[in-house]
């Protein structure tokens, strides 16, 4: 149980397209979810968090209209990263939680932006 | 400010021998933290967790020791196989968000 899953599993995009990475969790309701950006040999960074149905709630220094995140369904987040750079390239993680201080996280998404 | 982080950025173990990862913390009010693993190119994988009213819990093969006198806590691996080579985070949970600290990463020598 508690499976998360994410699409795609990488890409690579040109720089000014925009990208979308889908964050399922597939065995269970989660009532909050939570975008993560990993650069190499670094840590996890909180990036947002979202609840089914309200604007997402961004980190300090996080461009929110940037990264636009929609969390449309209790299964489903997306994060959109729009006119990409190649400074956004990095390893973006979500995370489902069904409920307080536990987080199940998807395999993670790597973005490359040429 | 609070924080979660780790002594050891690399820690190198030969096959079979016991692992200690490390974790400092500094809010003394921390009331729980989780251990994840992470291999190359996945997310964090739970290991283990311990709440503050316990100073030891075990899993499989692993052992989370809380000290909150000195405000550390440490992951144990006995018998180190080459599957847990990763990197391998201690978190805290504060408001629904995890903080992370910087990880270590453990390479397993065979």
């Known amino acids: 149980g508690a499976v998360v899953s994410q699409h795609p599993s990488w890409v690579i995009c040109k720089s000014g397209t925009s990208v979308k990475i889908e964050c399922r969790s597939l065995?269970?309701?989660?009532?909050?979810m939570f975008w993560y950006r990993q650069f190499p040999k670094q840590s996890l960074m909180l990036m947002a968090t979202?609840?089914?149905?309200?604007?997402?709630?961004?980190e300090q220094g996080v461009e929110k209209d940037k990264f636009l995140i929609n969390h449309a369904s209790l299964t489903l987040s997306t994060l959109t990263v729009t006119s990409a750079h190649p400074e956004d390239s990095s390893f973006y993680i979500c995370?489902?939680?069904?409920?307080?201080?536990?987080?199940?996280f998807g395999p993670g998404t790597r973005l490359t932006v040429l | 400010g609070e924080s979660v982080g780790l002594h050891l950025p690399t820690l190198s173990v030969q096959e079979g021998d016991n692992s200690i990862i490390n974790c400092a913390y500094s809010n003394s009010a921390s009331d729980y933290f989780i251990w994840y693993k992470q291999e190359s190119g996945k997310g964090p994988q739970f290991i283990i967790d311990i709440r503050s009213n316990m100073d030891k819990r075990q899993g499989q093969r692993v052992t989370v020791l809380l000290n909150k006198t000195v405000k550390h806590l440490s992951l144990q691996i006995a018998a180190t196989q080459p599957g847990d080579s990763a990197v391998y985070f201690c978190?805290?949970?504060?408001?629904?968000?995890?903080?992370f600290g910087t990880g270590t990463r453990l390479q397993v020598t065979l």
């Open positions: 979202s609840n089914e149905g309200s604007k997402a709630t961004y």
């Open positions: 065995d269970f309701q989660a009532t909050t």
């Open positions: 978190a805290e949970p504060h408001h629904s968000k995890l903080t």
């Open positions: 995370s489902a939680s069904p409920k307080t201080d536990t987080q199940y």
